[in-house]
């Protein structure tokens, strides 16, 4: 579990590199940027729905504070 969650904030980070790199070098004169961050909203989205998801299967559990 944590090498999937590890992997998708690896992704996430990356299409948010990927923003930044065309919002420079195109200097919004493409939809690039908007492209690049449109997708990491989506993956965003796909983890915390994920993480959900396996909270609710049993998969990974809270520890709580004490």
Do not use: P
Request: proline share 0%; aromatic share 14%; hydrophobic share 60%.
């Amino acid at each position: 579990m944590r090498i999937i969650v590890g992997l998708a904030f690896i992704i996430i980070l990356g299409s948010l590199a990927s923003a930044l790199f065309y919002l420079m070098r195109d200097k919004g004169a493409s939809n690039k940027t908007v492209n690049a961050l449109t997708v990491r909203i989506g993956l965003s989205v796909v983890l915390f729905l994920f993480l959900l998801f396996a909270h609710w299967m049993g998969w990974i559990e809270t520890t709580g504070f004490k």
